[in-house]
């Protein structure tokens, strides 16, 4: 059975500062790997799509890395500023016909102006 | 983002009474699931849909049933709603065919008195 772990599960930093999120998961055998924002209340906003045969994707001041043999994901993101508050989920997909997302608990992030 | 309409987003109910959750996307998405979303637990898969009237069960599909009878629509209910089915419901399309790519609607808080 997929296990997705996301550590930290939460991470207070300075506006301004790089900071990097992690992701790992027990079976390398994917069809690609998701991440998400959440904003309290709110739904999933798809942040980053990385394909199984892909070592990263960017968007703006994000960068998603996938290290499928090792079982990890990193989520990268630079001069972070107090909008990027918001809680940061990467969910695996195992492929086969019906692409069912496992996804890890998040990580709460907080930038402080 | 995919048009995906969630309703009602809050509802308020008591043990023992049937309920009804609708998912409506514009998208013309083949894939949609629903996860519920738990403090604790994450995000976990209950039903999910690969076309009209083709549904399979997720990883905690005991006490939900579900309906796919047009493509833009996906119901879930509860035939006797529990407390311990007080939860946020989501709702998430997918086309599946190229990236694999989920999208989700913006939730339905659930209380089960």
């Known amino acids: 059975k997929q296990e997705v772990t996301q550590i930290p599960a939460a991470l207070s930093v300075p506006e301004g500062e790089n900071l990097v999120l992690n992701c790992s998961f027990t079976?390398?055998?994917?069809?690609?790997l998701q991440w998400f924002r959440q904003d309290p209340g709110k739904g999933l906003t798809s942040l980053l799509l990385?394909?199984?045969?892909?070592r990263e994707q960017t968007s703006g001041r994000l960068n998603a890395s996938l290290d499928k043999s090792s079982g990890r994901s990193t989520l990268y993101i630079a001069a972070s500023q107090p909008g990027d508050s918001a809680t940061y989920l990467c969910?695996?997909?195992?492929?086969?016909?019906?692409?069912?997302?496992?996804f890890g608990k998040g990580t709460l992030l907080t930038v402080n102006p | 983002d995919a048009g995906i309409t969630q309703s009602p987003r809050h509802k308020v109910t008591e043990t023992g009474t049937p309920v009804t959750l609708r998912c409506h996307q514009t998208?013309?998405?083949?894939?949609m699931y629903w996860y519920r979303q738990d403090p604790g637990h994450g995000l976990r898969l209950i039903h999910y849909?690969?076309?009209?009237?083709?549904?399979d069960k997720g990883e905690v599909s005991d006490g939900y049933s579900v309906s796919r009878s047009k493509t833009e629509d996906f119901l879930l209910t509860l035939e006797s709603a529990t407390s311990s089915q007080t939860s946020v419901y989501f709702c998430?399309?997918?086309?599946?065919?190229?990236?694999?790519?989920?999208?989700f609607g913006e939730g339905s808080r659930l209380t089960v008195l």
């Open positions: 969910a695996v997909n195992r492929g086969g016909s019906n692409y069912k997302l496992t």
């Open positions: 998430a399309t997918g086309l599946a065919a190229n990236t694999g790519e989920l999208f």
């Open positions: 998208e013309n998405h083949r894939y």
């Open positions: 079976d390398s055998a994917i069809y690609n």
């Open positions: 849909s690969y076309g009209v009237k083709d549904t």
């Open positions: 990385i394909q199984s045969s892909q």
